[in-house]
């Protein structure tokens, strides 16, 4: 399977622990990106990366988020000391950088429960 | 905030019958697109219409885009069972040399009874 990868597919944990979430991109794609969809409603940016280089980063993610793409291949994203209201479905995405209009491919998310 | 506003929020049809969804949103953009989620997956990219189109078709999609009203619809004909899902649009504001961030609608929920 080429398309995305996102690891794990589901997390619970209990409020105040940190977790990490493992994104892998198409292969030839150099751009990727992060966003988070809570229950029913559509998904929100957080952060884009080009490469390795983090080029955009929403409001949303707060202090307590951080995101790397070290090699400008696979992408993590931590959420440290998780609330509550951290619950939601992560999703990442990737895109090969063309003209404008290009395509995002998305992954199946991960699932995130705080409890 | 969110860019779009899908509209209806949740649609119920008969197999066989053609399912319409319309998609509001404010700003000028580079593009809009449409995407399917099914329950608990991942979305999945099913058109988009440049800023300088007004219509695109594939296979049962229709897709069409009014930017003097900030508007788009996505028809599918002759509905399916497998096309119950949630659809979203989403548009690209990005400037040049950006990365395309999206801005989503909160979706349309789509229930085709068999």
């Known amino acids: 399977d080429t398309g995305v990868s996102q690891n794990p597919r589901h997390k619970i944990t209990k409020r105040g622990q940190n977790v990490t979430f493992r994104c892998d991109p198409i292969?030839?794609?150099?751009?990727l990106y992060w966003y988070r969809q809570t229950l029913g409603q559509g998904p929100e940016f957080l952060t884009y990366f080009q490469n390795e280089a983090q080029l955009e980063k929403s409001r949303l993610l707060s202090d307590r988020f951080s995101a790397e793409r070290p090699k400008g291949s696979f992408s993590t994203l931590e959420i440290q000391r998780t609330e509550q209201g951290d619950s939601a479905m992560y999703l990442c995405?990737?895109?090969?950088?063309?003209?404008?209009?290009?395509?995002?491919?998305f992954g199946p998310g991960t699932r995130l429960l705080v409890l | 905030s969110q860019q779009g506003e899908e509209d209806p929020q949740a649609l119920s049809i008969q197999e066989g019958e053609n399912a319409t969804m319309n998609c509001s949103y404010k700003?000028?953009?580079?593009?809009l697109q449409w995407y399917r989620q099914n329950s608990g997956r991942g979305l999945v990219h099913l058109i988009l219409i440049r800023s300088n189109e007004r219509e695109k078709h594939s296979g049962r999609l229709r897709v069409t885009l009014d930017t003097s009203k900030k508007s788009s619809s996505l028809l599918i004909t002759a509905s399916r069972a497998a096309d119950t899902a949630s659809y979203f649009c989403a548009t690209d504001m990005s400037t040049h040399n950006a990365g395309n961030m999206l801005t989503f609608g909160g979706g349309t929920r789509l229930m085709v009874k068999p």
């Open positions: 292969s030839e794609h150099n751009r």
């Open positions: 700003t000028s953009i580079n593009n």
């Open positions: 995405a990737s895109s090969l950088e063309g003209s404008r209009g290009e395509t995002q491919y």
